[in-house]
């Protein structure tokens, strides 16, 4: 079974452009999170989607933006880049994402740097 | 306050000793979940080990154990027979509600580990 798949593996663009990363998430999995992970401020979560709507949100602003398809594959766009948006942004799926005891299953995420 | 404290921002560990990596945690939630990851230097995160809040026993997977104290709000993880592939960033997470809550997880910093020959 494939695991996740992030595109691309790495990134480079200059600020005020915009950006659009893309996540497929194993067969049969439905629940599709996003999180940015950066030297100083770790691991944040962005969002989560299940079936195509948005469940959960994490405190990031209105730049960060995502959708999710029906075969549940996921993209996710920053507008007008920042300096600060450099980051390894990591996409995970899970069967449902409401079971206790539910694993995440992490892709080998994008490398987004913005110069 | 931080939801997820890991203290040790760097370890070693002589190969086929035993290690444990600290973490603390702090909800006021009754259901919640911990798990562990670890993060090579490829970047992806591989899912270790999960400890629910109900749950009675120690939660083990092959090497990997975790010593959770629930008065205490820690879940440390215990790493038997080190071998040189552990070497990596370890991971503390919490999932705040059992059910239904999605798939939110709050992250601690990181434990740098280092398996030594």
């Known amino acids: 079974k494939a695991g996740v798949t992030q595109t691309p593996r790495y990134l480079i663009k200059t600020r005020g452009q915009q950006v659009t990363l893309s996540c497929s998430p194993i067969?049969?999995?439905?629940?599709v999170s996003w999180y940015q992970q950066t030297p100083g401020q770790g691991l944040q979560f962005l969002f989560e989607?299940?079936?195509?709507?948005?469940?959960n949100k994490g405190n990031f602003p209105g730049r960060f933006s995502g959708r999710q398809f029906s075969n549940s594959r996921s993209e996710m766009n920053v507008s007008t880049l920042e300096l600060g948006d450099s980051a390894l942004y990591l996409c995970?799926?899970?069967?449902?994402?409401?079971?206790?005891?539910?694993?995440?299953?992490f892709g080998s995420g994008t490398q987004l740097s913005v110069l | 306050a931080q939801k997820i404290t890991q203290t040790q921002p760097g370890m070693f560990v002589q190969e086929k000793e035993a290690v444990t990596l600290d973490c603390t945690y702090d909800?006021?939630?009754?259901?919640?979940?911990l798990f562990w990851y670890k993060q090579p230097s490829s970047g992806e995160m591989i899912f270790l080990i999960y400890?629910?809040?109900?749950?009675?026993q120690n939660a083990t997977e092959g090497r990997y154990s975790l010593n959770f104290q629930k008065a205490r709000k820690s879940a440390n993880l215990v790493i038997s027979a080190s071998q040189l592939g552990d070497s990596a960033m370890y991971f503390c997470?919490?999932?705040?509600?059992?059910?239904?809550?999605?798939?939110?997880?709050?992250f601690g910093t990181g434990t740098q580990l280092k398996v030594e020959l």
């Open positions: 995970a799926s899970s069967p449902q994402g409401d079971q206790a005891n539910e694993k995440l299953f």
């Open positions: 067969s049969g999995h439905r629940s």
């Open positions: 989607y299940f079936s195509e709507t948005q469940r």
């Open positions: 909800t006021s939630d009754p259901s919640y979940g």
């Open positions: 400890q629910g809040s109900y749950d009675q």
């Open positions: 997470a919490m999932r705040e509600g059992l059910t239904g809550g999605g798939n939110k997880l709050t």
